[in-house]
Each structure stands twice: as C-alpha cells, then as structure tokens.
C-alpha cells in the first residue's frame, strides 16, 4: 500500500498586502486602527494526478494572489463583530465601537464576513475563496487547503478546510 502523501505549498514574494485593522480583545479592549504587511501563504494536498501535480503551482499562485491584490491598501473591518458596527451610505462607511467612531470612504474598505479582524479569520475568507476560485479546476480529489497569513514577520494565524463536505 503506497503510503505516501502529496502536498503543494507556495510562499511568494508578492503574497503580500498591506492593510490597516482593528481588533478587540479580552472582552472590550478595542485597538487603535493600525496596518500590517500582511504575507500569505497556502498550501494544497491531495493525490497526484495524471501530471504527477497535486494542483498546478500557477493555477495556485494566481488564485492566491487575486485574493491578496482585493485585500491591499484596504480598511479591512469585520461584518459580524457584535460591538463593532459597520454602516454604509453612498459614500462613505463608518464603523463605531462604543462612543468611538471611524469614517472611510466606501472604495477605501473591504468588509470581511468575520467576527474579528484576526489573522485565523482571514486566513479562513481567504481559503474559502481560493477554494472556491479553483474548485472546477482542481476537481474533487484534493483533501484539504491551507492558508496562513503572517501579520507580523513570523506571527501566522492559520486555518485548514476540507476541500469538499464528503472527502474522497
Ligand atoms: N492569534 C492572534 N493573536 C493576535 C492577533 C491575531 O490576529 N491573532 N492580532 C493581534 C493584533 O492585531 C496586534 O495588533 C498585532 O500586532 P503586532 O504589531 O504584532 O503587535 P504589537 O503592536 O505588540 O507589536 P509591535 O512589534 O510592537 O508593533 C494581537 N494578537
């Protein structure tokens, strides 16, 4: 029985995107609003295919790096925190926490589907998007996808997903 296993991993120069955040923590302790160069990395298993490839390393590399390009030079602020509040008008987006308030412009923001703005949360939107941008092309096969994001030289949040509901 072969019991070797098959991973695709790439760490790029360019899967970096600097972004400014605020999280809170230990309950209502609410950050300043300041930016990391955020380095992403992902990783891919699963069996190989007629190729002998896991996943193609440019199919990989290019849907990692569309999602660090939408994030870049953004305000990332998280859709789902129960204290921080995020409304939009036609122009502007205003998050508050408490009596703290922060207004940006509209093309300035990328709301995440998050709790928190922490490394793991992000690491999650972005596996789920790389996932689903390469799912037809990667097919059904693969077991899981990885991805970390480094906030700052060396401090990863990272979060693993099942490729598909029923794994093959
Ligand atoms: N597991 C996690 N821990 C922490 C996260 C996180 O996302 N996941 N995030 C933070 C904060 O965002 C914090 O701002 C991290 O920034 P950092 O610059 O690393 O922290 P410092 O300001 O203390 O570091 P300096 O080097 O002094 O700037 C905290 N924890």
Same mark, same amino acid.
């Given at each position: ?13 360019? !899967? ?5 955040? !605020?999280?809170? !923590?230990?309950?209502?302790?609410? +950050? ?32 990692? %790096? ?16 129960a204290e921080i ?8 987006? *205003?998050? *508050?926490f ?8 509209? +093309? ?6 998050? *709790? ?21 092309? !990667? ?21 693993? %997903?099942?490729?598909?509901? *029923?794994?093959?």
């Amino acid at each position: 029985m072969n019991q070797a296993t098959y991973r695709v991993d790439v760490t790029k120069e360019q !899967f970096v995107f600097s972004a400014a955040h !605020f999280i809170t !923590f230990a309950g209502d302790i609410c +950050e300043r609003l300041h930016g990391h160069n955020y380095g992403v990395r992902a990783s891919v298993e699963g069996p190989l295919d007629a190729n002998r490839y896991v996943v193609d390393f440019i199919a990989l590399r290019d849907a990692v %790096l569309k999602q660090t390009q939408l994030l870049d030079h953004h305000v990332v602020l998280p859709s789902d925190h129960a204290e921080i509040k995020i409304t939009s008008d036609e122009k502007e987006t *205003t998050a *508050t926490f408490g009596d703290r308030r922060w207004v940006f412009p509209n +093309e300035d923001c990328v709301i995440l589907p998050v *709790t928190n703005t922490t490394a793991e949360e992000m690491a999650r939107v972005i596996a789920e998007r790389v996932r689903e941008q390469t799912r037809e092309q !990667f097919g059904d096969a693969i077991h899981w996808i990885e991805v970390g994001v480094d906030e700052n030289h060396g401090q990863w949040g990272v979060c693993r %997903l099942p490729w598909s509901d *029923t794994p093959a």
